[in-house]
């Protein structure tokens, strides 16, 4: 069985407010070629589709439209989970739709896929985490866990158990129950694999943000996966790596697309795996392009920053532009740049001999943001902010920090 490892699509991701949809549309178009050059049997999405649970429409249509390409008339098998940031309810509604076209879709840990035919393949068994399919004449068993926050896990490891049990037990704890206890419907004469979306401890974070759940519960230990996997197709860390200690058999293939500064170093990949019973796997990594890469242009000054945009006005790619400089950026200097360089994301300037230290009354950092807030707004208004708009404000910006620190 050839499978094709990918996930964190993140469709309908912005940068800085700009669309990153036509980058992950040729990303799609070169996906459906992968597919067919390599006579994939199996793709294996883990989690993650969209960046938000409420995708705009175009990102649904370029998610349908290459699910149907890549289906080819229900001949191949895609096995889709749901991540932290897909709303599961709505990534499977099209469940029913999708089946003729050979599509799996499993929304949350408790999710049971129904059985029965998948365009020409079939899933013969099925249960809460686990599917048994046959692909061209091959079985496998793949155990199946979408996004488990605390409220889908409990409630698939604890349903109608005493709630001071539950309590005990840590985070990774419970997942190395799950995955216990769902390795059972492994078999000898199975091609025995798993799919999930989790962060695991010792992986590397490598920048793809520091995720609010990393104050320490949502970590699991890489010894939570089944010595009996023989592939576990990761989702949620957008580098590419080996979970340390796994020999190779348990990866994240990261996103294929650099969605922000901090993931520019990352190469991009997806993963082939050629998987046979009792075997050890064979695995290949497909290196994926880079649409058009996010760049820092540091430049000594506005002079020098103009001409580098005029330069590079045609160069496909993002930009942020940091001007070292002794005077602020004026508005007509600020037009012309990006009159020259149509993506810039951000100018900013960099203000020569100031430093946080000496600068009098721009230490920000010791201050709150909403103590910032409320002086800006005494300031501009003359009056004090009301507590009803201090709260809201807060309430959004936390909110937005974090949707922006998840993966
Ligand atoms: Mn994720």
Known sequence: MRILHTADWHLGKNLEGQSRMDEQEQFLNDFVDIVQENNIDLIMIAGDIYDNPNPPARAEKMFYDTLKRISKNGE??????????????????????????????????????PCGQYGKHKVLDSGEGFIEIE????RSVILTVPYPSEKRLNEV????????????????????????????????DTINLAIAHLFTMGSEEGGSERSIQLGGSYIVDGE???????????????????????QKRIRYCGSPIHYNKKEISFEKKCFIVDAKV?????????????????????????EEAILMCEENKDKECWVYLEVKTDRYIREDEIKQMKEFKKDILEIMPKVKGLSMDDSEGLNLSE????????EFYEKERKVEPDEEVVDLLLSIVSEESALDETN
Request: overall charge negative.
């Open 224 to 246: 939570c996966f089944p010595k009996e996997s023989q592939y576990v197709a990761l989702g949620h860390v957008h580098k590419p790596q080996v979970v340390p200690g796994t």
């Open 135 to 138: 692909v061209n004449g091959e």
């Open 76 to 113: 191949r098998l895609t096995l889709v989970i749901s991540g932290n940031h897909d709303n599961p309810d709505r990534l499977v509604a099209a469940g029913p739709l999708a089946r003729d076209h050979g599509i799996i879709m499993v929304g949350t840990p408790k999710t049971v896929v």
């Open 278 to 302: 009792n075997e050890e796997c064979e695995i290949r990594e497909i290196s994926l392009k880079v649409y058009k890469p996010i760049e820092v242009w540091k430049c000594n000054s506005i």
């Open 367 to 374: 201050k709150s943001f909403e103590d910032i807030f409320k």
């Open 157 to 188: 490891l604890y349903d109608g158990m005493d709630e001071e049990e539950e309590k005990v037990k840590s985070y990774s704890d419970r997942i190395f129950l799950l995955f216990n206890s769902l390795k059972q419907h492994y078999r000898e």
